[in-house]
């Protein structure tokens, strides 16, 4: 079992900048990979990020590429993601997530994890 509680959400203005934090309990953290991801009004849930078990890896969406950054404190059981000039469409609940699965590849789709976060609000005003 994995507990996931994210902060750092809230309003900002259209070229600012947010650090979301997801902190984890339960299983060991620094056996897995974890990931963001984010619902928009009256859309799906889609991928912003992916982080490996050791920071060695990460992969993002191209919508966000260059502009987030995803990393993580084993010690402190923490995943981040770092988002920098941002964007009204960057409008979301933002969601962070955990893959136990073991694979050598990072998850880029719901299904490829397990333990969900309730979510923190990210709102960009223009």
């Known amino acids: 079992q994995v507990q996931l509680v994210e902060s750092g959400g809230g309003l900002v203005q259209a070229g600012g900048s947010l650090r979301l934090s997801c902190a984890a309990s339960g299983r060991t953290f620094s056996t897995y990979a974890m990931g963001w991801f984010r619902q928009a009004p009256g859309k799906e849930r889609e991928f912003v990020a992916a982080?490996?078990?050791?920071?060695?890896?990460?992969y993002y969406a191209d919508s966000v590429k260059g502009r987030f950054t995803i990393s993580r404190d084993n010690a402190k059981n923490t995943v981040y993601l770092q988002m920098n000039s941002l964007k009204p469409e960057d409008t979301a609940v933002y969601y962070c997530?955990?893959?136990?699965?073991?694979?050598?590849?990072?998850?880029?789709?719901?299904?490829?994890?397990?333990?969900w976060g309730q979510g923190t609000q990210v709102t960009v005003s223009s």
């Open positions: 982080i490996s078990w050791n920071g060695g890896g990460s």
């Open positions: 997530a955990a893959d136990l699965h073991g694979s050598s590849s990072l998850a880029t789709q719901e299904h490829g994890y397990e333990y």
